[in-house]
């Protein structure tokens, strides 16, 4: 069986949300990344309304 492994990187390494938030006013770009990769919705064209 294979098995997709990332090294380096575990989920138990990943930084938690609130720490993100608090880097994020003090300038921190890779930490402003990772909050966006969280919250941001995925881009959905709207229905379009006829009348």
């Not at 138990?12 to 966006?36: C, I, K, N, S, W």
């Amino acid at each position: 069986m294979k098995e997709a492994v990332e090294i380096g990187r575990s989920p138990a390494a990943e930084p938690r949300l609130p720490d993100l938030m608090a880097d994020v006013p003090r300038g921190d770009q890779q930490a402003f990344t990772a909050v966006y990769d969280v919250v941001a919705r995925p881009v959905r064209p709207w229905p379009i309304c006829t009348p």
